[in-house]
T-cell receptor, first 111, second 117 residues
Framework: GDSVTQMEGPVTLSEEAFLTINCTYT??????LFWYVQYPGEGLQLLLK?????DKGSNKGFEATYRKETTSFHLEKGSVQVSDSAVYFC??????????FGKGTRLSVIA | GAVVSQHPSRVICKSGTSVKIECRSL??????MFWYRQFPKQSLMLMAT?????????EQGVEKDKFLINHASLTLSTLTVTSAHPEDSSFYIC?????????????FGEGSWLTVV
């Protein structure tokens, strides 16, 4: 079945450091890919998405590119802030299927 | 963008009672709604998928008689935890996919913290 593998955390970075959270997937067909973020004590929020190969999703300084050849959707940000501290979930979804989530990566940014 | 509202955000109930959580899509018709459960510091676990007007499809290991899901309209799904016990204490999140929502995107409610005492 479909699956998502993302790097295990926790990831601890200093403010203004470069962030990469790796995500690879296994799926039949051509799924849509997502990154969701969960801030402490809150629900999930959609961070960005990409619906086809080579699409780049971006939001709030975060970017991820849908790479079909490497089945990857790595999340990047050039300069993280303390307010970016959260848990990040990579996910995929086919047209008629629910989201399949990775296990989540906890990011802590220290000043 | 599409908005999904979940209510209540926090609820405390006594062991043995039932509690209902509502999930509403505010600006789109949700043809499919999903209910997830999240244990502390864990990923999300899909509990069930519900399509408007039909019975929910439960994931393996989820007790359908304990977690009653109703999707009576295109904008509302409810999860009722019946005869709740302390081990049912968890974070429950709904999500919705609907018509005219682009890119196969699924939007999430804010989540509901359930504490059973």
């Amino acid at each position: 079945g479909d699956s998502v593998t993302q790097m295990e955390g926790p990831v601890t970075l200093s403010e203004e450091a470069f962030l990469t959270i790796n995500c690879t997937y296994t799926a039949t067909g051509y799924p849509s890919l997502f990154w969701y973020v969960q801030y402490p004590g809150e629900g999930l929020q959609l961070l960005l998405k990409a619906t086809k190969a080579d699409d780049k999703g971006s939001n709030k300084g975060f970017e991820a590119t849908y790479r079909k050849e490497t089945t990857s959707f790595h999340l990047e940000k050039g300069s993280v802030q303390v307010s970016d501290s959260a848990v990040y979930f990579c996910a995929l979804s086919g047209r008629n299927t629910p989201l399949v989530f990775g296990k989540g990566t906890r990011l802590s940014v220290i000043a | 963008g599409a908005v999904v509202s979940q209510h209540p955000s926090r609820v405390i109930c006594k062991s043995g009672t039932s509690v209902k959580i509502e999930c509403r899509s505010l600006d789109f018709q949700a043809t499919t709604m999903f209910w997830y459960r999240q244990f502390p510091k864990q990923s999300l676990m899909l509990m069930a998928t519900s399509n408007e007007g039909s019975k929910a499809t439960y994931e393996q290991g989820v007790e359908k008689d304990k977690f009653l899901i109703n999707h009576a309209s295109l904008t509302l799904s409810t999860l009722t935890v019946t005869s709740a016990h302390p081990e049912d204490s968890s974070f429950y999140i709904c999500s919705a996919r609907g018509r005219a929502v682009s890119g196969n995107t699924i939007y999430f409610g804010e989540g509901s913290w359930l504490t059973v005492v």
